[in-house]
């Protein structure tokens, strides 16, 4: 490992059945089909419908479809990488497992903090779109008789670029965005189970209205739109995908559920590129038909999608539907996001890297309670103070830095242990095994110095300082690889392998009790 911060036994440590606490075990009710509606789920969403308008508007013109052309190649290379390190080390949180395993305990800790910062903002962020396609949706229905106020339906703060820094903005609240966090906390605490096959209605559905879009909105479309291509230059084209890069954090979060899949040697691969092959090309179609609907500089930078279809010259029923389908979309992703982020808590809790209580199980839900409430706390507060701009930039430069580290961690892999079995691997042999982890770099290194701003890179500083803070206080003094003397024998992550075969088991059981079901 790089530094003195884990031993040469990280990557057992880090195994399935280190991953397995003897206080709780998750659910492994996850299918491939259940994974790849993750992805979709947590993609397809503010990315589309929000986004798209605000930097086709403001920073990129018709060129924001190489924003997210750009974005793709990145996760392309990342998930490649993920798929790697998911197949290898199939259990619970995501780049901070895998660098855990590979580059050691601190430098971990950053990616963990790094990685509940992303989910954190980024469901934050959905859920301010989702109150404004709300409103839309309301206000078309009801042909202009409801409209939100708007002191409880907005930001109380935003950002000015001029003078750098954060003003008020007159409103008090936003109230929508906040009640939807709250609503959807409490029905994922009530089970995994029970999120995933919400999440998968949803995503049919989603891809539907998405179609509809694309199909519909071609009669409507004119090529003279996409002229000038990109107004805003190529430095425009790149703070485009920093913004929208938080919309392929989807299939990051489908490697968070390593330890729900049923199969995650084989599921776990197919999940996250099959998620994200499905996204970019839907991407790229609505970009087109979006940027082509009106000059750029008209593009509404609210509710995107059915605002400009309106705009456009479309009919308000296509434009209600379209809205409905975005506010099943928006609602996916948030589920996705608050489903991921508690199990990095519990990743991190269950090395002693956050206090014990941060990991419990729920005996019934099989869920993490504590950290799902927490999570669902602290986004809904986020959701209804910052506005949305200001949250997509902050997710976005996390994600970044969780891709490179994770491909740097297949890079140490493929040299520390070049014979461990890998039922995915990177295509291409040894050369691709190094070369496409280095271009993930690369790529992610040459956006984030084109296309970060000084006060995001400024945000993200301050947060990754306040986590090193609470590491050096508590998870320094308290980790399980650094102090095991300090926790019971039962807690220490080898008395989970001596369960293992107990766990497998007992999943045995429910899996021949659920078939006996079926077939009475």
């Not at 009919?315 to 948030?334: E, Y």
């Not at 890179?457 to 320094?476: D, M, P, T």
């Amino acid at each position: 490992p790089i530094g003195d911060w884990a031993a040469e036994d990280d990557l057992a440590h880090h195994g399935p059945a280190a991953s397995r606490p003897k206080d709780g075990e998750y659910k492994r009710a996850l299918t491939a089909f259940d994974l790849i509606a993750m992805g979709i789920g947590c993609v397809i969403g503010a990315g589309i419908f929000t986004l798209t308008g605000q930097v086709a508007n403001e920073t990129a013109g018709p060129a924001v479809v190489i924003s997210y052309v750009i974005g793709a190649v990145i996760c392309a290379l990342a998930s490649l990488c993920y798929s790697e390190l998911a197949a290898m080390v199939p259990v619970s949180g995501s780049a901070y497992s895998y660098t855990y395993a590979t580059l050691g305990e601190l430098i971990a800790w950053m990616v963990g903090w790094d990685l509940i910062l992303e989910y954190l903002v980024s469901a934050a962020s959905v859920a301010v779109g989702w109150a404004q396609y709300l409103e839309v949706f309301l206000n078309l229905a009801s042909n202009g008789a409801i409209t939100f106020n708007p002191y409880i339906s907005n930001a109380p703060v935003e950002w000015l670029e001029d003078s750098g820094t954060f003003g008020a903005t007159g409103y008090a609240f936003n109230v929508p965005a906040f009640a939807i966090v709250i609503v959807l906390t409490v029905v994922l605490a009530s089970g995994v189970k029970l999120g995933a096959s919400v999440v998968n209605a949803l995503v049919v559905v989603k891809v539907i209205i998405v179609l509809m879009f694309i199909f519909g909105g071609i009669k409507y479309a004119n090529g003279a739109n996409l002229q000038p291509f990109a107004p805003y230059g190529g430095d425009g084209i790149f703070r485009g995908t920093i913004t929208v890069f938080f919309a392929y954090v989807g299939f990051d979060a489908v490697a968070t559920t390593a330890q729900e899949a049923k199969n995650p040697q084989r599921d776990m691969p197919i999940g996250i590129i099959g998620s994200l092959t499905i996204c970019t090309v839907l991407y790229i179609a609505v970009c087109l038909v979006l940027s082509s609907l009106l000059p750029y500089y008209q593009i509404p930078t609210e509710a995107a999608v059915s605002s400009a279809f309106t705009l456009a010259g479309g009919p308000s029923w296509f434009a209600i539907i379209l809205a409905l389908g975005a506010l099943a979309g928006l609602t996916s992703v948030i589920m996705v996001d608050l489903t991921a982020q508690p199990r990095i808590f519990r990743a991190m809790a269950h090395d002693g890297l956050f206090p014990k209580a941060i990991a419990y199980i729920h005996p019934k839900t099989k869920t993490p309670i504590v950290t799902t409430l927490l999570t669902g706390a602290i986004t809904a507060v986020a959701a209804g103070v910052f506005p949305i701009d200001v949250l997509a930039n902050l997710t976005s430069v996390g994600t970044l830095l969780a891709f490179a580290l994770s491909a740097i961690a297949v890079i140490v892999l493929r040299i520390r242990e070049p014979e461990r079995p890998r039922p995915f691997r990177v295509p291409f042999g040894v050369v691709g095994g190094f070369a496409f982890p280095l271009l993930t770099v690369a790529a992610i290194v040459v956006v984030f110095v084109k296309g970060s701003t000084k006060a995001t890179g400024e945000r993200f500083g301050i947060w990754l300082a306040i986590g090193l803070i609470l590491y050096f206080c508590f998870g320094f003094w308290w980790s399980k690889h650094r102090h095991p003397e300090r926790w019971a024998p039962e807690d220490l992550p080898q008395a989970a392998a001596t369960a293992e075969s107990a766990a497998v088991d007992e999943l045995e059981v429910e899996d021949e009790k659920e078939v006996s079901k079926q077939v009475a």
